[in-house]
T-cell receptor
Framework: GAVVSQHPSWVICKSGTSVKIECRSL??????MFWYRQFPKQSLMLMAT?????????EQGVEKDKFLINHASLTLSTLTVTSAHPEDSSFYIC????????????FGQGTRLTVV | GENVEQHPSTLSVQEGDSAVIKCTYS??????FPWYKQELGKGPQLIID?????GEKKDQRIAVTLNKTAKHFSLHITETQPEDSAVYFC???????????FGTGTRLTIIP
């Protein structure tokens, strides 16, 4: 199967600090990765599409300067929440698509961010 | 853009019975329809998917059906077990590396 590893699985940070979340495809290359945010008992909300070697494409309403995405290699994408505030507390999940032309999407285990 | 609706939002089923979750989509160009199972505190797990060139796909106790004309697809779980209890999400996509649009989720509870 395809494995997507996300790190850390949980993090607590102080208001005003920045937090970096890593997403790695362990056994396949992913030219495209996706970052989602999920509130309790709700569906996944797409934040941005991360493209290897180019700028991320953000969904409407998502602040580019607050949620920095870097996709430096075919197996690693990072999401940095800058100047975090309590309202940024959430469950963040990444996914990567596998196969020729993508299609099958596999998800990381998620990162629980708590800003205090 | 694509819009995916999912029903029901909650579903309780006696162990051993079948469970059915239904989704509809709006974009007739969508051609890839995966189903995910999400347990508490974890990321979604792909359990089955179907492409628009087939009408049904089965994997042991899990099956998915697709009606392209009506733009709806369904997840069928037979002989349900307690470990099937989770939140299930359907999704639709144009395929390739296009983004997935998710349904709102169904919380399935299997009653022992």
């Amino acid at each position: 199967g395809a494995v997507v590893s996300q790190h850390p699985s949980w993090v607590i940070c102080k208001s005003g600090t920045s937090v970096k979340i890593e997403c790695r495809s362990l056994d396949f290359q992913a030219t495209t990765m996706f970052w989602y945010r999920q509130f309790p008992k709700q569906s996944l909300m797409l934040m941005a599409t991360s493209n290897e070697g180019s700028k991320a494409t953000y969904e409407q309403g998502v602040e580019k300067d607050k949620f920095l995405i870097n996709h430096a290699s075919l197996t690693l994408s990072t999401l940095t929440v800058t100047s975090a505030h309590p309202e940024d507390s959430s469950f963040y999940i990444c996914s990567a698509r596998k196969g020729a032309g993508g299609t099958e999407a596999f998800f990381g285990q998620g990162t629980r961010l708590t800003v205090v | 853009g694509e819009n995916v609706e999912q029903h029901p939002s909650t579903l309780s089923v006696q162990e051993g019975d079948s469970a059915v979750i239904k989704c509809t989509y709006s974009d007739s160009a969508s051609n890839y329809f995966p189903w995910y199972k999400q347990e508490l505190g974890k990321g979604p797990q792909l359990i089955i998917d179907i492409r628009s060139n087939v009408g049904e796909k089965k994997d042991q106790r899990i099956a998915v059906t697709l009606n392209k004309t009506a733009k709806h697809f369904s997840l069928h779980i037979t002989e349900t077990q307690p470990e099937d209890s989770a939140v299930y999400f359907c999704a639709a996509s144009l395929g390739g590396n296009e983004k997935l649009t998710f349904g709102t989720g169904t919380r399935l509870t299997i009653i022992p």
